[in-house]
């Protein structure tokens, strides 16, 4: 049984900056995605960045578009997540999952990760002044 595991969250000012990251180990088959989701307080969960391992390739729901950046180390499948410029609505227990199957990230980023095989623990990112 493999194991997600997420890192790198706490509380920032607005404009601040924080990063995420996320390990996948012990999976039997190579994640073919590996995505972040948020869930806010009263919200339903929703994607928020999506990285494939095979080609690097990359999607950010609009809401963080231009201030969070993806990237992976595929080789230890360690994936990060930069967040800069940090509102108040990106306050959320921000979740690593990834995907076994074949999903492009553009189809991942834009549910809600139901369909996804396994997911970390989460990690709490507040933004508060």
């Known amino acids: 049984q493999g194991q997600v595991v997420e890192s790198g969250g706490g509380s920032v000012q607005p404009g601040g900056s924080l990063t995420l990251s996320c390990v996948a180990s012990?999976?039997?088959?190579?994640?073919?995605?590996i995505a972040w989701f948020r869930q806010a307080p009263g919200k339903q969960r929703e994607g928020v960045s999506c990285?494939?391992?095979?080609?690097?390739?990359?999607y950010y729901a609009d809401s963080v578009k231009g201030r969070f950046t993806i990237s992976g180390d595929n080789t230890k499948n360690t994936v990060s997540l930069q967040m800069n410029n940090l509102r108040p609505d990106d306050t959320a227990v921000y979740y690593c999952?990834?995907?076994?199957?074949?999903?492009?990230?553009?189809?991942?980023?834009?549910?809600?990760?139901?369909?996804?095989?396994?997911w970390g623990q989460g990690t709490e990112v507040t933004v508060s002044s």
């Open positions: 999952a990834i995907a076994l199957s074949p999903a492009p990230c553009v189809v991942v980023v834009r549910t809600t990760g139901a369909g996804l095989d396994a």
């Open positions: 012990r999976f039997s088959y190579e994640p073919y995605n």
């Open positions: 990285t494939s391992t095979s080609d690097g390739t990359t």
